[in-house]
């Protein structure tokens, strides 16, 4: 009976393919073979998979499968290993920093022409403001001879070693959207940050660290909140590890109350011995990137509070940076972001909030607030930068300061009102950034805006140039770094961006 | 009368689709009705009527030859081709229709006759073609090499390059002007295409005018539209090179204005014009500082670096275009003189080595003498003291030594002289008293002594 079914099958089958002919199969094949195509425009819904098609990282089974930290050396050859970026969120005036305006302070009060308010966007000024002459005094320093103001006393030291670019501009006046833009190339929420696009590009030498590691003071976080740490499209591991300077720096990261290191390395032993067996059941490399999580983490847990605290370094070094131990402060994050490239982290991100100078009350005033802004971060950045220097250090680390955009050489008139205290709106055409490190040419200034810094007449350079160097000294090309997500090659400079080679050395 | 001789005259390129779309119809119905013949009555009225209408384009391609100016030479090929054309439409229907009953053209198989008028039509309309956008339209796009496989003149672009010993004696002109004009100007304003009646491959044809003025004011570069063009921004409709064109560097641009600033000299040398070498330094090789020798090397064993990886060393080429090797014990710190073997299979392609923070003791440097390639070596953080230090100076590529937070003592410091291609050295140690020594700054070596502070300032401590 058995046999006579079987029998059966076995002819209806013959039967079917007899009717197949070659056309059927060329038929077949064109629809076959486009469907095999179609999988591959619209690719998986795997979020790696598009990460194994990448050509940095090769099909099958590779280190990054296991370890999606493990180092990948860049395309070209880098000039720096690591970076240090310090954003001043909120947006420094640049006015009362670096961009001299003897012009602007003649013209102190008067109604600022029509001609350069046509058609531009403020995010408070109204009706015809005045204009604010800089509420600094600025010298020339160093060899270099470029203009500090003296709300920077320790930084005029060592402005030979920075290289400045006096005309960044960005698209975007409000914090949120401009914070996105400057860290992620877009001012709309989704795209990797720099940190994230880095990190996922080199990996991370520290196999007890996160590569990327986000410091903040000042006492809030970044308007944009930590998306502009985010990882976008990218694997989450590559986002930044926010570390708190005050308490444990990464929470629920000590073990609880009654559970001993040994116990908890006991616990981890087991699961993963579990996880082996699997393994070797399933040969799923996930299960492989599980155990070193677990391990990394377990290694974490002794690395990250030691590396985080700096009670250990001399009083000297302590003193140079004018830190403050067991608060929250920039001094202290400047001398954890020293500690932390040091040990091999790929991109430490500062955040110091509270330079949105608007002028609405005296901690917000150009001339009061911005002040001890200034003072809070001018002997932490200067001592960072030196103490990088004398360690070798700033030979492999590109330190980045900058704000989000810059801010209006007029007084603000908030409502249309004259407003008590000195303050100035935010402002995209220009502003000052600056950057040091390998390959950064000493004692450069690259950009000039005009006579009163509304914007920029020469060396105007955009977000995403900025980007694009930063890229470039870490050894990739902007335009050929990407990762594939929804169907098409993204890159953190989108379509725009040019190598500032001005400020190379 | 010559108004409207021209306007029809500028309807040719229009009308003359009309006999082309035609003939194609005619020539693929053809094609299908091949075997049966059952459609010849349809097909010789649409020759008939293509030649009612090609007859019309040969009109008024001979009325936009005369209005238009064209040199006889350049339009006879399409205007006797065309009319050729014309008479051909004719013949296809009249050999459609079974008029021609006994002459030579009724014998010739119609096939034979469809393909000559195929290939008669793609002729006519490629020499029409030719006339309106120039010969060179079509293979412009092509690769130079394949182009001058064609037997198309090809304007070679070269890149301009001066060295630190030749820069003053070259002539500004004839080796930066003109082999810029040539990358990037040449291919549309030569003699076969010159594109604004402008010609910029020879000294004449710069200084004479194109079809507007001259383009060229000694002296004057902002009155010199050779100039002040390439400057305007590259959306510009007047900008040139156009949009999608390669553009010359910002300072190929710039050099055009100084040689026009500075007399428009075609045999001076630039060292004879005075001018800086700061303007030609994007013309000078490019110097790009490596990490690592710049001499081409195998790649190391892969077992080898699986060793050296599995051992907890890192491990990587520097760059995904170098075989050269940066190896660090960041995360081993255990890593003592012993370990050193397992970096002998792979010693020449360390160029990078940091050996920061591990328990490694001066008898290591011996050892370290022996990576040939070496170019960066960190031995911060150890108990080095310097001594042996000498061996390193047979290292010709050994640019940087960090010895920051070691215990080098002061009376080593002399050994760090004479090292071929040292530029700096990482002495930072609080503890290092190095009064009474004197490092004399040999070759280009500089030490890093460090012990940086900021002094407190009165401004430290005022809040506003």
Redesign the interface.
């Known amino acids: 009976m058995k046999n006579n079914i079987e029998n059966l099958i076995a002819e209806k089958l013959k039967r079917e393919i007899e009717t197949q002919t070659r056309r059927h199969f060329i038929k077949q094949c064109a629809t076959g073979m486009g469907g095999l195509a179609l999988g591959s425009i619209f690719m998986g819904c795997d979020p790696l998979s598009p990460s194994k098609n990448n050509n ?1 990282l090769h099909t099958g089974f590779t280190e990054r499968d296991l370890n999606p930290l493990a ?8 000039k720096v290993k690591n970076v240090i970026y310090l954003h001043m969120a909120g947006a420094p005036s640049q006015l009362e920093m670096f961009d001299y305006k003897p012009e602007l302070a003649k013209l102190n009060n008067q109604e600022c022409p029509q001609s350069l308010l046509e058609g531009k966007k403020f995010a408070f000024i109204r009706g015809t403001p005045k204009l604010l002459g800089p509420q600094a005094t600025f010298k020339q320093e160093g060899e270099s001879g470029n203009w500090v103001s ?1 709300n920077l ?2 930084f005029k ?1 060592v402005v030979d070693e920075v290289a400045f670019l006096k005309a960044v501009h960005t698209d975007q006046f409000n914090h949120g959207p401009a914070q996105l833009f400057m860290h992620t190339g877009s001012p709309r929420l989704g795209r990797p940050s720099i940190g994230s696009w880095v990190t996922y590009g080199l990996g991370s ?4 660290l996160p590569g990327f590691v986000v410091l903040t003071s000042g006492g809030k976080a970044p308007s944009a909140g930590k998306s502009v740490w985010g990882s976008g499209f990218l694997p989450s591991v590559y986002q930044g590890v926010q570390c708190r300077s005050k308490g444990d720096p990464v929470l629920y990261i000590e073990d609880p109350d009654g559970i001993s290191r040994d116990l908890k390395k006991n616990t981890i032993k087991a699961i993963n011995e579990i996880n082996k067996k699997e393994y070797s059941k399933y040969a799923d490399p996930e299960i492989l990137a599980r155990i070193n999580q677990y391990e990394m983490a377990y290694r974490m847990q002794i690395a990250v509070p030691e590396v985080m605290n700096i009670n250990n370094e ?1 009083d ?1 070094i302590k ?2 940076y ?1 830190v403050e131990p067991g608060k929250e402060s920039f001094a202290n994050n400047c001398l954890l972001a020293r500690k932390l490239v040091e ?2 982290v790929r991109f430490v991100q500062l955040f110091d909030w509270g330079w949105d100078a608007h002028g609405t009350d ?1 901690s917000t005033a150009v ?3 911005l ?2 802004k200034c ?1 809070e971060i001018d ?1 932490p950045m ?2 960072l930068l ?2 990088l ?4 250090l700033l ?1 492999d680390t590109l330190v980045v300061w900058g704000g989000e955009f810059g801010r209006t050489p007029m007084q603000e008139n908030r409502e249309g009102k004259t407003m008590g205290f000195k303050g100035r709106d935010h402002h995209g055409d220009a502003f000052t950034m600056w950057m040091a490190g390998g390959g950064i040419k000493k004692g450069a200034s690259h950009g000039q805006t005009d006579a009163i810094g509304f914007s920029g007449v020469d060396g105007r350079v955009s977000v995403h140039d900025v980007h694009a160097t930063i890229l470039h000294l870490l ?1 990739f090309d902007h335009e050929q770094f990407t990762y594939d997500f929804q169907g098409r090659p993204f890159r953190l400079t989108d379509v725009e961006g040019e190598v500032i080679h001005e400020i190379l ?1 | 009368m010559h108004v409207l001789k021209q306007l029809l005259g500028r309807l040719h390129p229009l009308i003359v689709h009309l006999p082309i779309g035609f003939i194609i119809i005619g020539l693929i119905l053809q094609v299908y009705d091949r075997k049966l013949k059952e459609h010849n009555k349809v097909i010789s009225l649409i020759y008939l009527w293509a030649g009612y209408f090609a007859i019309l384009a040969c009109i008024t391609g001979y009325l936009q030859y005369l209005g238009e100016g064209y040199s006889f030479d350049s339009v006879k090929l399409h205007l006797w081709s065309g009319i050729a054309t014309a008479l051909f439409c004719f013949l296809m229907w009249a050999k459609l229709k079974d008029a021609l009953k006994t002459t030579l053209i009724s014998k010739t198989p119609l096939v034979v006759l469809s393909m000559l008028f195929f290939a008669l039509i793609s002729f006519t309309g490629h020499q029409g073609g030719n006339i309106t956008h120039g010969e060179d339209y079509l293979a412009e796009p092509l690769p130079n090499s394949i182009k001058s496989a064609l037997g198309y003149e090809v304007f070679e672009e070269k890149e301009i390059v001066l060295t630190d010993e030749n820069w003053e004696t070259a002539v500004l002109y004839t080796d930066v002007v003109q082999p810029i004009l040539n990358n990037h100007c040449v291919s549309c304003h030569n003699p076969k295409k010159a594109k604004g009646e402008l010609l910029l491959h020879t000294r004449e044809g710069i200084l004479k005018s194109g079809e507007n003025a001259p383009v060229i004011l000694a002296d004057h570069p902002n009155k010199s539209e050779l100039f002040t063009r390439m400057e305007l921004p590259v959306e510009d409709d007047k900008h040139m090179p156009p949009d999608g064109k390669t553009q010359p560097s910002k300072e190929a641009i710039k050099l055009i204005g100084v040689w026009i600033e500075n007399g428009l000299s075609f045999d001076k040398t630039i060292g004879e014009l005075g001018l800086e070498k700061s303007l030609f330094q994007s013309f000078f090789p490019k110097t790009t500082k490596t990490n690592y020798p710049n001499i081409e090397i195998t790649a190391a064993p892969q077992d080898s670096i699986s060793k050296v990886k599995n051992s907890g060393l890192h491990i990587d080429p520097i760059s995904e275009s170098t075989n050269y090797l940066q190896v660090s014990a960041l995360n081993l710190p255990s890593f003592a003189d012993t370990d050193f073997q397992l970096l002998k299979s792979i010693a020449p392609q360390i160029a990078i080595l940091d050996l920061g923070g591990t328990q490694i003791t001066d008898a290591l440097i011996k050892d370290l003498a022996s990576l040939p390639n070496l170019t960066i070596v960190k031995l911060d953080n150890t108990v080095i003291t310097g001594e042996y230090i000498e061996l390193l100076q047979n290292l010709e590529h050994l640019k940087s030594i960090n010895l920051s937070n070691t215990n080098f003592k002061k009376e080593n410091l002399d050994k760090l002289k004479g090292f071929p291609a040292l530029e700096s050295v990482f002495l930072f140690n609080p503890k290092l008293d190095k009064s009474g020594t004197e490092f004399i700054n040999e070759g280009s070596t500089t030490i890093e002594y460090g012990n940086y502070n900021l002094p407190p300032l009165k401004t430290d401590s005022i809040v506003y």
Not at chain 1, 389 to 392: L, T
């Open positions: 940095n180092t990948l050396s860049p395309p070209f050859a880098p003296d006393p320790h030291k030498e520290n196999q007890n001399p000297h003193e140079m004018g040990d091999g005296a001339d009061l607030g002040k001890n003072r002997r200067s001592a030196l103490d220097k004398q360690r070798g030979e050894g050395a």
